[in-house]
């Protein structure tokens, strides 16, 4: 059988980058435990619950002055982008870049300044270059980020601290893997604690249900915040909140993180190493995928597609078009199969060369 028959037989999505529903935590228990809690219904609507704010505040990579929530890490940038940024303002945004973040930019009405990025995290000269261009903020993955899976490292975090010490920018960080990532938070609020916002999203380590990400920075920042989502309709329950807060503080549910965690990395793993015995550069770093280099974007897209394997172009993890092309394989929906997996970097390998 060749390669494209092994893998046609079932068509696989590597694009999405869900986490596999297989290596997600049971909710039953969480959230039994947290409707039997003691509260009273529409009280503290638009904050954190203390339950969840004593689970989170331990993990946090420095000491936020003031916390909020919101639906989904989604929901968390969208809102942090609409208290901070105003249209027509020039955001510097650390790449290649989760299309979260640039599709959330955008819709702000923003004018994008890629700030370019090298194995330590964002360069130090890039970024003092774009800050000469007063961007209203600077945008960020500081772990795990998509689609490279680097982590920011502590070195980079206090050059970059010391580029924007004299500059008035404020700094939005995105961790949008969470608790999944296998490096350990790290943030430019260590250093510059009055001008980063973090957002942290729950849904790839937990699962989308709880709707869970936190929110935490300076007070001002927070409240802005804070008082954006309150003029719409949506809302974090106290029951998911407190949900969430039962799974980060419970010993099997961070058991199973930690083995889906080594599960990831297995698939990873297994994927780079096909991928370089046929000849394509993969480094696998942190989180759910591979930047994997090709030839002719396009051309590698309209081929895996007609083989049945789904992944995500790497031009929309550029602002502009980027001089190299990439695709981003995401591993949540690669099954734990040798065999398949060899399939898989066949067909990324002929469709990239």
Do not use: N
């Amino acid at each position: 059988m060749d390669t494209a028959a092994k893998v046609a037989s079932a068509s696989i999505d590597l694009e999405q980058g869900l986490p596999d529903a297989a290596l997600l935590p049971p909710l039953e228990d969480a959230v039994a435990a947290a409707a039997r809690a003691a509260w009273r219904a529409g009280s503290g609507r638009d904050g954190i619950t203390p339950r969840l704010l004593a689970a989170v505040r331990p993990t946090w990579p420095y000491p936020a002055r003031d916390w909020t929530v919101a639906g989904s890490g989604d929901d968390g940038v969208a809102l942090a982008c609409q208290a901070l940024v105003r249209a027509g303002d020039v955001v510097a945004v650390a790449e290649p870049a989760d299309p979260l973040l640039l599709r959330t930019v955008r819709a702000a009405r923003a004018r994008i300044v890629p700030v370019a990025c090298d194995d330590e995290g964002p360069e130090p000269a890039s970024l003092a270059h774009v800050l000469t261009r007063r961007p209203a903020l600077f945008v960020l993955q500081p772990r795990a980020s998509v689609p490279t899976g680097l982590t920011v490292s502590a070195r980079r975090i206090a050059v970059l601290a010391r580029v924007l010490a004299d500059d008035g920018t404020a700094v939005l960080e995105y961790d949008g893997l969470g608790p999944l990532a296998a490096a350990a938070p790290v943030s430019l609020g260590t250093r510059l604690p009055e001008r980063v916002l973090h957002v942290r999203s729950y849904c790839r380590a937990y699962g989308p249900e709880l709707r869970s990400c936190v929110v935490a920075g300076p007070a001002e920042l927070v409240e802005r915040v804070r008082r954006i989502r309150s003029l719409g309709t949506a809302w974090s329950g106290r029951v998911l909140q407190d949900a969430q807060a039962f799974l980060i503080d419970d010993p099997d549910a961070d058991a199973l993180l930690r083995q889906a965690r080594a599960r990831y990395a297995a698939r990873r793993e297994a994927l780079a190493r096909a991928l370089r015995a046929e000849g394509v550069g993969a480094v696998p770093g942190d989180g759910l995928g591979l930047w994997v280099p090709v030839a002719d974007e396009t051309r590698a897209l309209m081929s895996l597609a007609a083989h049945g394997v789904s992944v995500a172009p790497g031009s929309h993890c550029h602002s502009r078009p980027a001089a190299a092309g990439h695709l981003h394989v995401t591993v949540g929906g690669l099954p734990d199969d040798a065999a398949r997996t060899f399939a898989v970097a066949g067909l990324i390998a002929a469709a990239g060369g």
